[in-house]
């Protein structure tokens, strides 16, 4: 069972950074991959943003490509995504997720991100 709590949320205007963690406690952190994801109101969940258990390999969604970084700590058990030159369509509720065999089985809460123009 692994745990996850986002946390770094809150209001920016647009152009600003912002940087949105994930702390997992349980078992193995170290062993997922791990993901951010979004969804805003009236819109379906979107991938936003993947790393490798090792930290060596990562993905993104075109519409952040140059604008976020995900990264992690795995001794600190947490994940980052580092989100620079933020849009107001950025705006949405960030979840991180942690894959097992293929497929993401724990999710966090989430933290609202909302980027004024």
């Known amino acids: 069972q692994v745990q996850l709590v986002e946390s770094g949320g809150g209001l920016v205007q647009a152009g600003g950074s912002l940087r949105v963690s994930c702390a997992a406690s349980g078992r193995t952190f170290s062993l997922y991959a791990m993901g951010w994801f979004r969804q805003a109101p009236g819109k379906e969940r979107e991938f936003v943003a993947q790393?490798?258990?090792?930290?060596?390999?990562?993905r993104y969604a075109d519409f952040v490509k140059g604008r976020f970084t995900i990264s992690r700590d795995n001794a600190k058990n947490t994940v980052y995504l580092q989100m620079n030159s933020l849009k107001p369509e950025d705006t949405a509720v960030y979840r991180c997720?942690?894959?097992?065999?293929?497929?993401?089985?724990?999710w966090g809460q989430g933290t609202q991100v909302t980027v004024s123009s």
């Open positions: 790393i490798t258990w090792s930290g060596g390999s990562t």
């Open positions: 997720g942690a894959m097992i065999a293929g497929s993401y089985k724990y």
